[in-house]
């Protein structure tokens, strides 16, 4: 964590003086300590650090949309599990169904964020069995198994261990 928090105070200093060349970094290295603080299990500071690198995403996806789209997605999803954590499902659900949007508007998705849409689509079908959204759920867990068998296809071996998790829930 403390190199983590070094890189984002770095990062920091460089978006103030250059915000267009350092914001994506910046909003990669809160990311980064949003997880390491989740790990920790300071779920408050990790949920406003997940909640700058969205806004900052969010920056960046307007002015260069093809470029940075999927990587709010990621961090969207990414704040959905710290919202998750903390029982705040309605959010959650907010987040995660925008990342979801996000990976679907891509018709053209990488083998890597084919298994991150994947991985979006089984933390939606989480939060909506929490909320009681039964058909919105299972709708998304067929999804995802569909992108990960899609991501085998491609890559055999490598994408069973989320093909099977798909099938369990």
Do not use: M, W
Not at 30 to 59: G, I, N
Not at 88 to 110: G, N
Not at 157 to 164: E, H, S, T
């Amino acid at each position: 964590l403390d190199s983590i928090q070094e890189a984002v105070g770095i990062c920091r200093k460089l978006n103030a003086t250059d915000p267009s060349a350092s914001r994506p970094r910046l909003a990669d290295s809160l990311t980064s300590a949003s997880v390491s603080l989740a790990a920790l299990r300071r779920d408050d500071e990790a949920l406003k650090v997940a909640l700058e690198a969205v806004d900052l995403y969010r920056q960046l996806a307007r002015d260069v949309p093809v470029v940075f789209d999927l990587d709010l997605a990621q961090a969207l999803r990414n704040l959905a599990i710290r919202q998750e954590r903390i029982d705040s499902y309605d959010d959650a659900f907010k987040s995660i169904a925008e990342a979801a949007t996000l990976y679907r508007s891509r018709a053209d998705l990488p083998l890597k964020f084919r298994a991150e849409f994947g991985k979006t689509l089984i933390v939606l079908c989480e939060i909506c069995s929490v909320l009681e959204k039964i058909d919105q759920g299972r709708n998304a867990i067929e999804e995802s198994l569909l992108a990960f068998r899609r991501c085998e296809e491609e890559a055999p071996g490598a994408y069973l261990g989320n093909v099977a998790g798909a099938l369990t829930h």
